[in-house]
Nanobody
Framework: QLQLVESGGGLVQPGGSLRLSCAASGFTLDYYAIGWFRQAPGKEREGVSCIDSSGASTHYADSVKGRFTISRDNAKNTVYLQMNSLKPDDTGVYYC??????????????WGQGTQVTVSS
């Protein structure tokens, strides 16, 4: 019954922006730290960002720091990832997940289905 659903992926040019959304159902998002992870073909899944249950604390991978911003609206049961200044190496499938802990994908209990992000000129 617990479910996370991502949306907002697509094709963008280098330097462009996208905003990903993660909507939760079957549970109250307020109690969970929610993270974003990504995976390119042939590569391991890596942590991108994590936000605690209240939104007071956030973490980012060094590769996206200063370009990506994670936020949440618990009233809407939704977490967002604003991605700016996108680069080709940001390309991959982006997954929403709970609960994040230090950007470690092995700590995840629940995964969304993923949304494709492609950055290409």
């Amino acid at each position: 019954q617990l479910q996370l659903v991502e949306s907002g992926g697509g094709l963008v040019q280098p330097g462009g922006s996208l905003r990903l959304s993660c909507a939760a159902s079957g549970f109250t998002l307020d109690y969970y730290a929610i993270g974003w992870f990504r995976q390119a073909p042939g590569k391991e899944r890596e942590g991108v960002s994590c936000i605690d249950s209240s939104g007071a604390s956030t973490h980012y991978a060094d590769s996206v720091k200063g370009r990506f911003t994670i936020s949440r609206d618990n009233a809407k049961n939704t977490v967002y990832l604003q991605m700016n200044s996108l680069k080709p190496d940001d390309t991959g499938v982006y997954y929403c997940a709970a609960e994040c802990n230090g950007l470690d994908p092995n700590a995840i209990d629940y995964w969304g289905q993923g949304t494709q992000v492609t950055v290409s000129s």
